[in-house]
């Protein structure tokens, strides 16, 4: 079955601007939860949606906002780019219920804020 | 607060040979612990899980040992190949929900 998919694959914006990044999850799963990857910061977790809504939360700025939809399928928004908001932004999507915690991660949208 | 930290940033070793990655923890309410593999511009990938009531648990090559004692976690890798220079991840989930703390990642060399 297909994997996770991430769209765009690559973005790059100017400071203060805001920008909007896509994940399909895999067929059947109901969580998707968004990272982002920078090499200073490594993997950090922003936040994790079951079933349309936010079931938890990371440590970022109210910048940081995310929705799912009712075909699971998540977006997530950054409003007010700043330059620290570049990195690499993970998608991963499991079932989110019963035993089974294994992810599967999206190939990432890269940001660039200039 | 919750941290999952790695011991080497960077591990070289001989193809053929067997290789340890390892691993610490500080959060002792965690439940689930996960190793992912990432590659050159991929998203990381799952390669195997462990439960906080097992000690150890094996997979395809790879061995995952946990010492809730001391609060490690290791990744045994056995006749390492080129294949498997990536970096590699710990990390843990705490709760029911998905909600994973990653590790600083260490970077497998596999010298031919």
């Known amino acids: 079955k297909a994997g996770v998919t991430q769209t765009p694959r690559y973005l790059i914006k100017t400071r203060g601007q805001q920008v909007t990044l896509s994940c399909s999850p895999i067929?059947?799963?109901?969580?998707v939860s968004w990272y982002q990857q920078t090499p200073g910061q490594g993997l950090q977790f922003l936040f994790e949606?079951?079933?349309?809504?936010?079931?938890n939360k990371g440590n970022f700025p109210g910048r940081f906002s995310g929705r799912q939809f009712s075909n699971s399928r998540s977006e997530m928004n950054v409003s007010t780019l700043e330059l620290g908001d570049s990195a690499l932004y993970l998608c991963a999507s499991s079932f989110g219920a019963g035993s089974s915690y294994e992810q599967y991660f999206g190939p990432g949208t890269r940001l660039t804020v200039t | 607060g919750e941290s999952v930290g790695l011991h080497l940033p960077t591990l070289s070793v001989q193809e053929g040979d067997n290789s340890i990655i390892n691993c610490a923890y500080s959060n002792s309410a965690s439940d689930y612990f996960i190793w992912y593999k990432q590659e050159s511009g991929k998203g990381p990938q799952f390669i195997i899980d462990?439960?906080?009531?097992?000690d150890k648990r094996q997979g395809q090559r790879v061995t995952v040992l946990l010492n809730k004692t001391v609060k490690h976690l290791s990744l045994q890798i056995a006749a390492t190949q080129p294949g498997d220079s990536a970096v590699y991840f710990c990390a843990e989930n705490s709760g029911g929900y998905q909600k994973v703390t990653f590790g600083t990642g260490t970077k497998l060399q596999v010298i031919p």
């Open positions: 462990i439960r906080s009531n097992m």
């Open positions: 949606y079951f079933s349309e809504t936010q079931r």
């Open positions: 067929s059947g799963h109901r969580s």
